[in-house]
């Protein structure tokens, strides 16, 4: 019953979500990309992954990492950017778009922002990862709206059930 429970307020808050959230629409190739950051996040230490993809091409991708690197700050988003700047640098990163399975944090969110990545696509929101594990409740449009120098689509809600289906 009380998993039952669960999956209602999952629900609810998803019908919530998709009233008043999505600054972006959903484009064409959303659902494929994002099906990769769930794979990355399938593999991850918390089910967490992301992938960053430049006109139509994945260029980096990372999963949660906090336990096997003993780094509370290795998100699958950090984990990601961090790979792409080793990779192709910080000018890259402008006009990238970052998928991931879970909607920012605030710390992700924020390194999004400073990198200059030019839209964000999440699959599950903060509130439906906060039935599962613990948020910080702010949403990527909260730390968006308070960053007046930062132009970024954000866009939520792609295969999000597949995403929260990750944790067990
Ligand atoms: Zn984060």
Same mark, same amino acid.
């Given at each position: 019953?009380?998993?039952?429970?669960?999956?209602?307020?999952?629900?609810?808050?998803?019908?919530?979500?998709?009233?008043?959230?999505?600054?972006?629409?959903?484009?064409?190739?959303?659902?494929?990309?994002?099906?990769?950051?769930?794979?990355?996040?399938?593999?991850?230490?918390?089910?967490?992954?992301?992938?960053?993809?430049?006109?139509?091409?994945?260029?980096?991708?990372?999963?949660?990492?906090?336990?096997?690197?003993?780094?509370?700050?290795?998100?699958?988003?950090?984990?990601?950017?961090?790979?792409?700047?080793?990779?192709?640098?910080?000018?890259?990163?402008?006009?990238?778009?970052?998928?991931?399975?879970?909607?920012?944090?605030?710390?992700?969110?924020?390194?999004?922002?400073?990198?200059?990545?030019?839209?964000?696509?999440?699959? /599950?929101?903060? $509130?439906?990862? *906060?039935?599962?594990?613990?948020?910080?409740?702010?949403? %990527? !449009? @909260?730390? /968006?709206?308070? $960053?007046?120098? *930062?132009?970024?689509?954000?866009?939520?809600?792609?295969? %999000? !059930? @597949?995403?929260?289906?990750?944790?067990?």
């Amino acid at each position: 019953m009380l998993k039952g429970g669960t999956a209602l307020v999952a629900v609810a808050l998803t019908a919530g979500q998709e009233v008043r959230a999505r600054s972006a629409p959903v484009l064409p190739d959303d659902a494929r990309f994002m099906q990769l950051a769930i794979d990355e996040a399938a593999k991850a230490d918390f089910p967490f992954g992301s992938v960053i993809v430049k006109d139509g091409e994945v260029l980096a991708q990372g999963h949660n990492r906090t336990h096997a690197e003993r780094d509370p700050t290795a998100h699958g988003e950090m984990v990601a950017i961090r790979a792409f700047l080793r990779q192709h640098g910080p000018e890259a990163l402008k006009g990238t778009t970052l998928y991931t399975s879970g909607e920012p944090c605030c710390m992700c969110m924020g390194a999004i922002i400073w990198c200059g990545i030019g839209r964000v696509v999440f699959a /599950a929101s903060i $509130a439906q990862l *906060a039935t599962k594990i613990g948020q910080i409740m702010l949403t %990527a !449009e @909260d730390i /968006a709206a308070k $960053a007046p120098f *930062a132009s970024i689509d954000i866009t939520g809600g792609v295969l %999000a !059930e @597949d995403a929260v289906r990750l944790f067990k």
